[in-house]
């Protein structure tokens, strides 16, 4: 790790061994707190977890859980691909044009965020029912989203949308338009500078986009549910075992899903790490 | 080869107003005015990334209106130098060539020709973003250049380089514009570079045109006293003409009458431009020189920078001369030192008579 300026490395004043930042100290101490939820909550089911490995085993060796996580890493996948294809060009649009029409777009984009999701899924179902607006006439050509996986990725696509449309537009303002309008200058359309100049420049922000869209895309249960119970999504395996089976075995179901989850984002970030990082010093 | 004819511009709460410009094929035209004036605008436009909302933009006679940036072949170089941070020096001048489909083989004999010529072979393979201001500064020029533009653009090129980089690369400047003929337009604020390097050049103040003609004639007679005090006329003292023969004219500044060399009407309310180094300043003892404008004065600031030292004097009106630091030291200068002022009356430039204010009658 380089050292910013400004950084401090931990609580020591720069130069002094014995001068103590009391102010860091202080904000140290109270955001610790907060921290340590989600350490308290990993360490007890970890704990909890290990002390009956075999059991452990013989959970996530079970092909309904492998199944279930597939499908839900699957399903985050193709939604965030649609996001992708969509997102990516509307993110440009919102980012480059100032018109009255943005804000209802924003908005449009952002209504997810704020709806509880219960709400969210029943505006997805009632759109894609089998009587609904568009699922009737998709009925029709035999596309069926009620209890289908196509269900699970509409859901997952609905509440997804703010975190991925976001992003990429902050990181479509952050490239400057001077540079965009030397491309055109030097013989680029504006569909070539965007491709050359604007995409690799934003690389970064898009795959955040697309880890944060997907993160979001996984972890949904309400909206999900209310289309598709069916085929469960791990979610929703979860919740079943919890009131079928009980705490012992939806919690091992859940620590199976926390192993996998860490596993790829660390994958992911890792393979990242230098993607779209232009101002190393050589 | 490119004119303005009336060209209009509104961009949130600015507007270009009507300018007309006209820049011809090998040029070395500056475009000057305070910051906000609009410059960066008009190069815009050249370029063809901004359309008029009225007027028209003519390259060569014809309306270019229309025509996207793309298909101009107008090299523009923005002040921030707007070098693309994902590719390295090579790419970046290779882009341009790239985008106009040339042969490979002609890509990458240009790009090292280019790079020779500016002397960044050595950073081929580097990130831009790893380079200094005045590297980054070369690969723009020669990334520009390497569409064989008709016309370069250039928003205060050197306005972010050291004083040592920036007179290097003044030299090359010239040295692109004269022995490549190629048209330049440059926009800058400091008058240091369209001194040294203009032919011709436009005034352009709150988006309006208020000068354009050659640089030596603009900082000889400019038209306006906003103009004037922008290239640098640090006195300009408002008069009356009491009397005019033979195109010397007596004109009262208050207490003292100043001879000057013009044609005006008695009466009439003119302003008069001074440089403060046409100004010479004597002890007070008597003597005279031959120049015809003598006045008798008090300093009253005195403001050293380096070798020379800035005046502030009391002649009725407060006036500003430059004299050298030594002459401070010899003659003893300092606040409240009484001095005689003087100055030819061929170094006095005057504005024509300004548009009477409308005056309010019922006072």
Sequence with gaps: MKDTPGKRRWIKMRGSADQLDWCLIGFSLIGGM??????????NITIGQLADIPFL?????????????????????????ILVIFGTPLSYVLARTQSRFNQVVESLIDLPLVLP???AGLMVYILFMQRG????????????????FLGIVVAMLFVAMPFYVNTVREGFQKVPLHMENVARTLGATRLQAFCFIVLPSSIRHIFNGCILAWGRA???????????????????????????????????????????????????????????????RV | MIEFDRVSIALGDFLLDEVSLSIQKGDYYFIMGPSGAGKTIILEAISGLLVPDSGRILQDGKDVRGIPPEKRRIGLVYQDYSLFPHMTVEKNIAFGMKMRRLPALEIGHQVNTLMKQFEITHLAC??????????????????????????LLLDEPLSALDPITRDRFIEELRSIHRDQGLTIVHVTHDRRDATSLGTRMAMIIDGRLAQEDRVDTIFASPCSERVARFIGFENILKGTVISCEDGLCMVDIGKNRVAVMAGAKPASRIALCIRADDITVLKHDGNKTSARNNFDGTIIQKTISGSLALLSIDIGVEITAVVTTKSVEELAFDTGTPVCVSFKATAVHVLPPQVPETRNLTT
Excluded: N, W
């Design chain 1, 34 to 43: 907060l921290v340590l939820l989600p350490l308290l909550a990993l360490l």
């Design chain 1, 57 to 81: 085993i013989s959970i996530a060796t079970q092909k309904q859980v492998i199944d279930s996580i597939l499908l839900t890493f699957g399903a985050g996948l193709v939604a965030v691909i």
């Design chain 1, 117 to 119: 999701h219960t709400v």
């Design chain 1, 133 to 148: 607006l568009i699922g009737a006439p998709l009925k029709e050509m035999g596309i069926v989203f009620e209890d289908a």
């Design chain 1, 218 to 280: 996984i972890s949904e249960f309400a909206a999900v549910i209310m289309i598709a119970y069916y085929p469960m999504i791990i979610s929703t395996l979860i919740y079943y075992r919890f009131t079928t089976s009980g705490i012992k075995e939806s919690s091992a179901v859940a620590f199976v899903m926390i192993v996998a989850c860490f596993a790829v984002f660390l994958i992911l970030r890792s393979l990242t790490r230098y993607l779209g990082r232009y101002d190393d």
């Design chain 2, 126 to 151: 580097r990130a831009p973003l790893t380079l200094s201001g005045g590297e980054q500064q070369r690969v723009a020029i020669a990334r520009a250049l390497a569409i064989d533009p008709e016309l």
